[in-house]
Structure formats: C-alpha cells, structure tokens
C-alpha cells in the first residue's frame, strides 16, 4: 500500500508535538526535582553539570536541609518548612476524595435508580434541578458556601470539603449513571419485582452489580475533582494541618524561600496519583465514553 | 451524549402509584438535598447579600444597589473584564481547534494509539494549581525551561521576561490554560467521532470525497452537537477560571492577568467587603447566563439536541 507523505511524517509529527506540549511541564518538574538549585540558576544553565541529587526528597522527607544550601556564596540560604507539609497535604487530599468517592456513590446511585426506572411527581424538574445546578460559576458561590459551613461549625473540617466536593461532583455522576442504568434490560429487575422484591433490593442487588464499570467511572471522576479542587479547599480549612493539595502547593510555590528545585520535588510526589490513576481513568470512564458505551 | 436529553423513564411497572413516588424520593432525597442546600441557598444569599454592606470586620446595613455602583465605577472592574475577555478569545478557539485536531489524529487507529491517548489525559488528570505551579517553573524569567531552551538554541540572547511582562504573561496564561484544557476536548470530540457509523465514510469514499472532503461532508455534521457542548463548556471554564492563573501569576504582574474571579476573590478575601464581592459574583454569573442563552438561541435547535443514534 502506497503511503502519502503526509502518513509518513505530517501525522507522527504531529502526534509527537501533541505529546511533547502534553508531557513537557511534567518533564522538567520530574526533571528539577533532582537538581541542586545551581544548577538550574546560571546563565547558560547547566542541568546535568552537578550531578542527579536526592536530597530535594530527603528534606521533605526526613527534615535534612540539602547541602546546597549549607554552602555560602550565590546560592540561597533561606529555607522554608512549609514544603515539607506536602506528603501531609497529599494525604488529606486523598482522606477528603475518597469520602467525596463514596458520598457520591451512597447518594448517586439509589438517586440515578430512582430517575432511570421509577415514575414520580417532579421527576422531570428535579432531575434538571440537579444537572442545571453546575451552570452557576462557582466563584459566584465562594462566600455563600463559606458561611454556609461557617454555620454548621465545619470550618477547617474535612467534612466541609468533602460535602461541597459531592455537591459539585453528584450532578455528573447522577446523569451518567441514569443514561447506563438504562442500558440494563429492565426484564432481570421486572420478575425480581414479580418475585416480590423491592426497589432497594433489586438495586443492591442486581443493577450495582452489572453497572460496576460505570460506577467505577464516575466515582473516579469525584475522586480527581476533590482532588484537584482549589478555590473552596483554600475557603474552608485554614490550618497547615488540614490544607489539601491543591492548596499546600498554590502556597508553597508563592512562597520565596522555596526554590524552584525543591517545589518541583514536591510537586512530582503530588501529581505522583494522577500519574498511577491516568491508566484507571481511561480504562474505566473515558474509554467507555470514547467507545460509546454509555 | 444527546440521550442525555431524553427523560423517559424505562419500564417496569406503569405509571405512578403514591407508593412509588415517596420511595422514589427515599432513594433521591440524599442527592437532592445535598445539591439543594449547596445551590438554592448560596444563589438566593448571593443575591439578597449583594444589597448588603457585608463584611466580617463592619456592621451590616442595607446598601440598595450600592455595591453593584462601586463595581461598575472601578476601573478594576474594567481591567479584570477586559483581561477576562482577552484570556476567553484566546483560550476558547485554541481549546476548541487543538481539541479537535486531536481528535482527527487519535480517530484512526495506529500502533501506539492507546498509550497516546493516555499521556494526553495527564494534563487533565491534575490539579489546576498544580498546573499552574508546573507552568511557572517553564515560564520563570530567571530559570524557567523555555529561557534555557530558547538561550540554548540561540534563539534568544537575554532571557524574556515571560511572566513580568504584561503582553507576555498573557500569552503565558494562555498557553498553560490551554495546555489543561484540550484534553478534555480532546476526548468528548473523539468519543462523537467514533460514534459516526463507517458506512457513511464508505459511502462517501464510493462518491470520491475522500481526506479533507470526508471531513467537511461527514465527520464535522456529525460532531457538530458535541462541537456546541464542548465550545460553551469551555466558555463557562474561561470566564471562571481562577485556579490555574493564581499559582501562575497571582493575577499580575499588575492587574496584568487579574481576571474577573481573581477579582472577586481580592474583593472578598483581601479588602474583606463581602457584599460587593458577591454583586461581582451575580454579574459574572448574569453575563455567563446572557452569554450562553445568547449562543444557544444562535446555534439551530438541532445541533443542540442531535438526531440521537
């Protein structure tokens, strides 16, 4: 088969770009996170020039201030604690995604049951009620959701976070797990019902099982927003000790006494879940979405 | 995605017996009332709040529209408007384009594709302050890797002052914004491409129209829905977006890249006036909703609702 020019080097080139301008930041903050700061500071800089260092990972880790900056001279002296709170913010990001996870599971499902197979009064308004409610920009709700969590006594609790989180999260999961609930032939759960059993049942029972896949999906999908989110984590928790991510990270790198070598490092073991979890998402949520399964 | 659209419940036993609906609001209370309080409350507090002098270190007392003067008199407003409207040209049609060049190039299958695919989700998958942080460290005027790269080439012989400069930090808040955002796209065009039937391709091979032709004849209509979707979702990401830009440049240098959600958070949090914070809060969401109304009713009912599958 003949081949055109453009299938021999205009399309992997333009693969190949598409994945350099994908993976290029990541690239340079694994990169940075094991170089000493001097490396990176001269003009030309010379990266390799010092050698791959680990000590970046040790001070986060253990509290050892890294040689480069026991050195005098152009080098920096200053050092902040505040890096090292990333391993504790990450931990706290992961606690509070996983209870948005299950939140949304516990509320979406019997939720996505109730609009996929059940006939009620205000069906259709709820249900748009509860999709059109990711319309309002959530800018708009900062202060509103503040004092909202001012009043249940939630400042700077996890809780706080993971409500809001599944109150931003339950509208996607709801609409994808009504559109696959649907796809489930309703004859299994009809001679169920003739059997006498009821809605909760025949939903433990028999549709969670066969609609894994997309519970999987969307509870992944909860699972990177809370993770991700930055604008109402920074609201609610004030604290070191209970600041997720997001905000831990926006904070260090505004922070002057951290370098740039030592942020990367902890930026790398932050985005390290988002590494291991790209491979899940896409076999679990995407690929579904991509193949039209759902 | 246009079933979406479609409520009609499946079977299983007809029509409502009383029974059913109280069950059925067992099984979506939980859901319903966690949206309800963190929707129905915060908008109606919004907007009675923005007639309000509201701030935690001032009594409350009641302003009438006051606020709502102060923000259309402040030349901030202005900034940030302009610096909104700057950053959403910008952002939405590169979004939009790369998206959909993407999609073309992962559309055909080919050794490797998978793996493509998934490392062009990586950007997505993290945080946007995340994003923002990684982006600083390619931008920064002093060590950034584009400066060394570009300095290593020779392409440059003093290092540009990426993020210091206001024309520049623009562009660099564009591209990161950019950089988060096409995989998304990305992804929704693709899944609105693959679920074009191939006959149709066949058919059109058959007529002669192949590549470019194809293209233009069948794959475009056929996304043309998703093409709408994905297009007005980014619009609502560009005119909120704050994440990205606070880890990148906080807003500057100046009022360089302080859009209008940087604003209201400098208005709430910085100068503590709540009330005028959130009559900044009902306009954005007010020009949002003008907006998007505005693109619907442009667009042909069709394309909003697909011809199913």
Known sequence: ?294 | MARALELRPGRIRPAGRRTDTAMAYALAGGALAVVALFTIYPVGYALVGSLYTLSPILPRSFAGLSNYGLIFGSPYFGFALRTTAVLALATVPAVVLLGLLVAVLLSRPFRGATLVKVVILLPWTIPAATGGVMWKGVFADAWGALNATLYELGLVHNYVAWLTTPRLAILATTIAQVWAQFPLAAVLLLAAMQAIPGELYEAAALDGAGGLRAFAAVTLPHIQPMLVVVTLFEILVALTAFDLIFALTGGGPGTATTVLSYFIWAESFKMLSFGTGLALAAIIAGLSFVLIAALMRLMPREALVGEGR
């Open chain 1, 1 to 294: 088969m003949r081949r055109p020019v453009w299938e021999r080097i205009v399309f992997p080139g333009a693969v190949a770009a598409v994945m350099l301008f994908a993976l290029a930041p990541f690239l340079w903050v694994i990169l940075s996170g094991f170089l000493p700061e001097v490396a990176i500071l001269t003009v030309p800089p010379e990266w390799l020039k010092y050698g791959v260092i680990l000590d970046n990972y040790r001070y986060i880790v253990t509290g050892e201030v890294p040689r480069a900056y026991q050195v005098g001279g152009v080098l920096r002296r200053m050092i902040s604690e505040e890096v090292r709170a990333v391993p504790r913010a990450a931990l706290n990001s992961t606690l509070v995604a996983l209870g948005t996870l299950l939140l949304n599971w516990i509320l979406g499902a019997p939720a996505a049951y109730a609009y996929a197979r059940m006939r009620f009064a205000g069906r259709v308004a709820t249900f748009y009620f509860i999709t059109a409610s990711r319309l309002i920009p959530a800018a708009a709700l900062a202060i509103p959701y503040y004092l909202i969590i001012k009043q249940l006594g939630l400042l700077d609790h996890h809780l706080a976070l993971i409500l809001i989180h599944t109150a931003l999260t339950l509208p996607f999961t709801v609409l994808i797990l009504v559109l696959y609930f649907r796809t489930i032939p309703a004859e299994i759960e009809e001679s169920a019902q003739l059997d006498g059993a009821t809605r909760p049942m025949i939903l433990r029972r028999i549709v969670l099982p066969l609609a894994l896949p997309s519970l999987v999906g969307t509870g992944l999908f909860a699972f990177m927003l809370s993770y991700s989110e930055f604008l109402f984590s920074m609201l609610v928790l004030g604290s070191p000790q209970t600041r997720t991510l997001p905000v831990t990270l926006a904070s260090v790198s505004t922070n002057p006494d951290v370098t740039w070598t030592l942020l990367s490092a902890g930026t790398t073991l932050a985005v390290l879940p988002a590494l291991l979890l790209v491979w899940p998402i896409w076999r679990y949520m995407v690929r579904g979405l991509v193949t039209g399964a759902v």
